[in-house]
């Protein structure tokens, strides 16, 4: 970039324009077009002369130290991989200069994604499913789960326009109350066709039986599973309630096919993406619901939408 300006300069100048003119026009200093001319005419190149500018800390070995250091542990702060620098290599640079060294060899510092602990096991078991279903048409993922909500869940995306002094104003703080506020749990189920009603997992945590009884038998047995026919297969991932021997054994009873489900896998659900689309429509909801009795309206009437 800096030589394709340097050569519009020189020619801009071989043209009859003059500084002020070069400069307008390429909207830069008057003195960085004078010093390029300059540079020009003593040495009839576009670079800049050899040995001018500060002279970079480290060399070609010290940058391919930190840029070999960071995939071998992605979360090293700046000031430990100085250190470990100034320990192999006896160079002493700022952090600031670590963070320059690594955005030069493409790496730069961002929040983690988030998902599940898993064991080389694992990660074979999420291969194997994903390749086993990847020829699947929309058509074939029905799909039940729970979620929890609570009124001030901070999820990462909430916003405030604030100008740099103003960080702890009052109208720019985010009030968070204890828990959240409470939460309320909710179970549902989707296809391409159709959803089942909402269910509100009240006054204690979901069992088994209350799988069974709430959600299950009156929800997916009657009327879901007969209104998608026979092709219906129930997927619910692996949290202990749905895996229950009891579950297993109610759901052979009752003739509904479920899918075998590999372990520590929820974020492989589908349903996942509507509860989150679900929950950011319920977040934007103005006004936003307070107490949890504004939240369980919010959400009955988000999810009949």
Same mark, same amino acid.
């Given at each position: 970039?800096?030589?394709?300006?340097?050569?519009?300069?020189?020619?801009?100048?071989?043209?009859? /324009?003059?500084?002020?003119?070069?400069?307008?026009?390429?909207?830069?200093?008057?003195?960085?077009?004078?010093?390029?001319?300059?540079?020009?005419?003593?040495?009839?190149?576009?670079?800049?002369?050899?040995?001018?500018?500060?002279?970079?800390?480290?060399?070609?070995?010290?940058? /391919?130290?930190?840029?070999?250091?960071?995939?071998?542990?992605?979360?090293?702060?700046?000031?430990?991989?100085?250190?470990?620098?100034?320990?192999?290599?006896?160079?002493?640079?700022?952090?600031?200069?670590? /963070?320059?060294?690594?955005?030069?060899?493409?790496?730069?510092?961002?929040?983690?994604?988030?998902?599940?602990?898993?064991?080389?096991?694992?990660?074979?078991?999420?291969?194997?499913?994903?390749?086993?279903?990847?020829?699947?048409?929309?058509?074939?993922?029905?799909?039940?789960?729970?979620?929890?909500?609570?009124?001030?869940?901070?999820?990462?995306?909430?916003?405030?326009?604030?100008?740099?002094?103003?960080?702890?104003?009052?109208?720019?703080?985010?009030?968070?109350?204890?828990?959240?506020?409470?939460?309320?749990?909710?179970?549902?189920?989707?296809?391409?066709?159709?959803?089942?009603?909402?269910?509100? &997992?009240?006054?204690?945590?979901?069992?088994?039986?209350?799988?069974?009884?709430?959600?299950?038998?009156?929800?997916? &047995?009657?009327?879901?599973?007969?209104?998608?026919?026979?092709?219906?297969?129930?997927?619910?991932?692996?949290?202990?309630?749905?895996?229950?021997?009891?579950?297993?054994?109610?759901?052979?009873?009752?003739?509904?096919? /479920?899918?075998?489900?590999?372990?520590?896998?929820?974020?492989?659900?589908?349903?996942?993406?509507?509860?989150?689309?679900?929950?950011?429509?319920?977040?934007?909801?103005?006004?936003?619901?307070?107490?949890?009795?504004?939240?369980?309206?919010?959400?009955?009437?988000?999810?009949?939408?």
């Amino acid at each position: 970039m800096l030589l394709k300006m340097s050569a519009q300069i020189v020619a801009l100048n071989n043209d009859g /324009r003059n500084v002020r003119y070069i400069a307008q026009h390429l909207n830069i200093a008057q003195s960085t077009v004078q010093d390029t001319l300059s540079r020009f005419l003593e040495t009839n190149e576009f670079t800049r002369r050899p040995g001018s500018g500060r002279r970079r800390s480290t060399n070609a070995r010290d940058d /391919r130290f930190l840029h070999l250091s960071v995939p071998r542990d992605r979360g090293l702060p700046a000031n430990i991989l100085a250190g470990r620098l100034a320990a192999a290599r006896g160079v002493t640079i700022s952090e600031q200069t670590v /963070r320059r060294r690594l955005r030069e060899g493409g790496l730069s510092s961002k929040s983690p994604a988030a998902g599940p602990r898993l064991t080389a096991a694992h990660r074979r078991a999420r291969l194997e499913f994903a390749l086993q279903y990847v020829d699947w048409d929309v058509n074939e993922w029905r799909v039940t789960d729970e979620s929890r909500f609570s009124p001030r869940s901070p999820d990462g995306r909430e916003k405030v326009w604030r100008r740099p002094e103003e960080r702890y104003s009052q109208c720019c703080i985010s009030p968070r109350t204890g828990f959240n506020g409470g939460s309320i749990m909710v179970w549902g189920g989707i296809s391409l066709d159709a959803r089942t009603d909402l269910v509100f &997992v009240e006054n204690a945590a979901m069992t088994a039986h209350r799988y069974i009884l709430e959600c299950v038998e009156p929800h997916v &047995v009657v009327p879901y599973a007969p209104f998608i026919g026979e092709n219906f297969l129930l997927m619910d991932d692996n949290a202990r309630p749905h895996r229950a021997r009891i579950v297993d054994q109610y759901l052979e009873q009752v003739g509904v096919q /479920r899918l075998p489900w590999p372990a520590c896998t929820p974020d492989l659900n589908p349903i996942e993406h509507v509860w989150d689309f679900f929950f950011r429509r319920v977040r934007r909801r103005q006004p936003r619901p307070e107490t949890l009795n504004d939240l369980r309206v919010a959400l009955e009437e988000e999810w009949h939408k």
